[in-house]
């Protein structure tokens, strides 16, 4: 089978891949588990598809079979974890969380799988392999697939983004800075949460024009080795200046009152809060999501701002 870098790939099972035959009995030819093949098979379709295509892509049989064990362990225990959460919904937190699983021997049962605690550098070999999924299925587009806007909430009209904008400022102008910088950037790149906890002072810059001037940019992590960077929007520059002030170099820009790491919740919750100040009528507010402008402004503007 011709290899291929279309993660959209039309194949009716993995195992039609070279290299990936399933075992279903000793003896019968097969190449891998017929069991980690059976939990590829069973994952939706655009997240099959996206696996059958970096499997695809991937440049030796032996490379392929590793892969797929590795893969087929982490939707076991994504399962078992956070059960519903699809495979393309996943953060760099889960991904961590499965490798704390297997460092610890408490990834569920599955072919190969001996209960005990996985060697560290196997573990590494585990997190690189995920990585090297996601930013695949980032490259071609299959995460921006996968993060429609939630159920029933339709995406933010211009007038609704003008009035979430009005209530930045007025976040700022109740010293809830981290708050309304975190808004302003959702709102501009469709940076996902993970992203914006991760903000430090190091990831701001300035990018020289070429006429003696220069614009401020913020580069954004997607978690999978990969990078975007965007202008800073105008409501945001001087709120991040402010917390550039307050924090070390290599400290989050973003923390919540009483100083932990920002979350979804928090993000959320300042969405909101934002909204309800500009003007947005509180039935609409209540509903607005992260997701809802994280997947609206990826479709509005094209870019890659993380995962």
Not at 141 to 160: F, K
Request: glycine share 12%; hydrophobic share 45%; net charge positive.
């Amino acid at each position: 089978m011709r290899a291929t870098s279309d993660p959209l790939v039309r194949v009716t099972g993995i195992g039609q891949v070279a290299g990936l035959r399933p075992r279903r009995r000793p003896g019968d030819g097969g190449e891998v588990s017929g069991a980690d093949v059976d939990v590829v098979d069973a994952l939706d379709p655009l997240g099959r598809r996206t696996v059958t295509g970096w499997l695809l892509d991937t440049p030796s049989p032996t490379m392929r079979r590793g892969r797929l064990r590795v893969l087929a362990s982490f939707v076991r225990w994504l399962r078992a974890a956070e059960p519903g959460r699809a495979l393309l919904a996943v953060t760099g937190a889960q991904v961590e969380r499965y490798c704390a699983a297997a460092l610890g021997g408490e990834l569920p049962g599955g072919p190969g799988v001996s209960g005990k605690p996985l060697a560290n550098v196997t573990v590494a070999r585990r997190r690189a392999a995920l990585e090297a999924f996601y930013g695949y299925a980032w490259r071609h587009g299959a995460l921006l697939a996968s993060c429609d806007a939630p159920e029933g909430v339709g995406a933010l009209t211009r007038d609704e983004r003008r009035l979430l904008r009005r209530g930045v400022a007025c976040l700022a102008a109740d010293g809830r800075a981290a708050e309304a910088a975190a808004v302003a950037l959702l709102e501009a790149t469709g940076a996902c949460v993970d992203a914006l906890a991760g903000l430090t002072a190091r990831d701001l810059c300035t990018v020289a024009d070429g006429a003696g001037g220069g614009s401020a940019v913020v580069v954004l992590q997607t978690g999978r080795d990969d990078i975007a960077a965007f202008p800073v929007p105008a409501p945001a520059r001087a709120l991040l200046r402010t917390l550039c002030q307050e924090r070390d170099a290599d400290e989050p820009l973003l923390r919540r009152d009483d100083g932990g790491p920002v979350d979804l919740a928090w993000v959320g919750a300042a969405l909101i809060r934002a909204a309800l100040s500009g003007g947005v009528p509180e039935e609409r507010a209540s509903r607005l999501h992260p997701r809802l402008l994280r997947a609206a402004t990826l479709r509005r503007s094209g870019d890659d701002p993380g995962s």
